[in-house]
């Protein structure tokens, strides 16, 4: 089992910056992380994931804005999130690999519904224009 974390949520205006943290309890298989978000009404998005060896990928919406990374000890994830837009506005979640199929899914697929690995509680994120 692992513990995710998050913190650094908060409301912000429009073209302003924030930056998300996770902390995990262990490091995940592969160290595959990610963070997804969601918004009311929506379905949830891949938002950017990390893991050992691998490019980091991003979700087209968040591209060249948003940088993911990890500490050296890797069990803590990070989300430097720049040039916000009001759409940015979501709940952000925190989502760790348990095994080779969310290693999959979560960081090579960036594809997540709440049912395969581990998730934290999730960040609010808040962008007015």
């Known amino acids: 089992q692992v513990q995710l974390v998050e913190s650094g949520g908060g409301s912000v205006q429009a073209g302003g910056s924030l930056r998300l943290s996770c902390t995990a309890s262990?490091?995940?298989?592969?160290?595959?992380m990610a963070w997804f978000r969601q918004a009311p009404g929506k379905e949830r998005e891949g938002v950017a994931s990390?893991?050992?060896?691998?490019?980091?990928r991003y979700g087209d919406s968040v591209k060249g804005r948003f940088t993911i990374s990890q500490d050296d000890a890797r069990n803590t994830l990070y989300l430097q999130m720049d040039s916000l837009k009001p759409e940015d506005t979501a709940m952000y979640y925190c989502?760790?690999?348990?095994?080779?199929?969310?290693?999959?899914?979560?960081?090579?697929?960036?594809?997540?519904?709440?049912?395969?690995?581990?998730w934290g509680q999730g960040t609010q994120v808040t962008v007015s224009s």
């Open positions: 989502a760790a690999a348990a095994n080779l199929g969310d290693y999959t899914t979560l960081c090579l697929h960036l594809s997540g519904n709440g049912r395969r690995g581990y």
């Open positions: 262990r490091n995940a298989y592969g160290n595959c």
């Open positions: 990390i893991t050992s060896g691998v490019t980091p």
